[in-house]
């Protein structure tokens, strides 16, 4: 399963159109596709006139298995650019194709040129969040509406999943990707199975 997200505010224009086309051309998913990782692991200094801006890296969210992790930025000024995710399989299969604007990302919405987008892409990306593994997502109290609704900052789970599901969920101890998807709130999953599966959003404390 690819899971594909792009931003209700994206839905439109030249933001639109940029975002597809990065999309695509990270995912290798309209027409002709080419492989996820560059012969470096960023873009060049001189990309950081714009910001065109790409980071290679990969994740190991168990012994002896690597997946690919690239991100990259697309703009004539990072203020008003998208920022492109996607990760890939051993195999190169897509596992996540994300697209959402640079000013309503967490991390990403302060970086001035490409240099700076450039390691704000790298914290985006990064795996190391205090959740790493399902076990350790806030318990769902059976009759509450969500896990940690009593919290002040609630975790919402998707819509399809329900309590004795995420619960499931917790107990098998899955690997854990999150990255920011807004200013305010975190996207997390879990791979289960060769499949990256999302299970809800975090809000950020503060």
Known sequence: MLHVSILPNLLRG???AGAVAATC???GACG???PLLSDASDTPDNASATCD???DTDWSPHDGVRLSVSALTMGETCRNAVAVLVV???AGAVLLAAAQPTADTFGLQDAANGTAMREALREWVRQDNSVSVSKDLPEWK???DNPAADSEFPFFAESWIDQPYYEDLRRADL???AYPQGLESMAVM???EGVLERVGVQVFPG
């Open 88 to 90: 890939r399989d051993e």
């Open 25 to 27: 051309a990270l995912a």
């Open 53 to 55: 801006t790409r980071l």
């Open 190 to 192: 879990v791979l289960r």
């Open 175 to 177: 690997p854990v990707f």
């Open 142 to 144: 059976r009759g509450a």
């Open 32 to 34: 002709q596709g080419g």
């Open 14 to 16: 030249p933001a639109f």
